[in-house]
């Protein structure tokens, strides 16, 4: 599974930004997604995850309140809706696919998308 992450940029801290997320050439039906993010110097870490065909949806603490995971499956694209960003969000943000069960830590991840970088400037 080919991942496209997309929508980073720079913004300030308080703002918003939507990231999505495309397969190349298949659709994102029936896998369970998800979003990890890296900040320079350190480990990669769990963001949010979906479950296929949806209801079952997880948060790292860090974003619960801000950030809301969903998909489209018309669209067969999945976002990440970030809100009241702050400086500490700065991050590539990668979309993932992977066993919901297990994909709250990085080795539980089955396919990791090219990442977007997001950076929230204070």
């Known amino acids: 599974v080919q991942l496209q992450a997309s929508g980073g940029g720079l913004v300030q801290a308080g703002d918003s930004l939507r990231l999505s997320c495309t397969a190349s050439g298949r659709t994102l039906d029936m896998y369970d997604m998800g979003w990890f993010r890296q900040a320079p110097g350190k480990e990669r870490e769990f963001v949010a995850r979906i479950a296929w065909p949806g209801g079952s949806i997880d948060y790292a603490g860090s974003v619960k309140g801000r950030f809301t995971i969903s998909r489209a499956s018309a669209r067969s694209t999945v976002y990440l809706e970030m809100n009241s960003l702050k400086p500490e969000d700065t991050a590539v943000y990668y979309c993932?696919?992977?066993?919901?069960?297990?994909?709250?830590?990085?080795?539980?991840?089955?396919?990791w998308g090219r990442g977007t970088l997001v950076t929230v400037s204070s």
């Open positions: 993932v696919v992977g066993p919901y069960a297990e994909m709250v830590v990085a080795r539980g991840v089955r396919f």
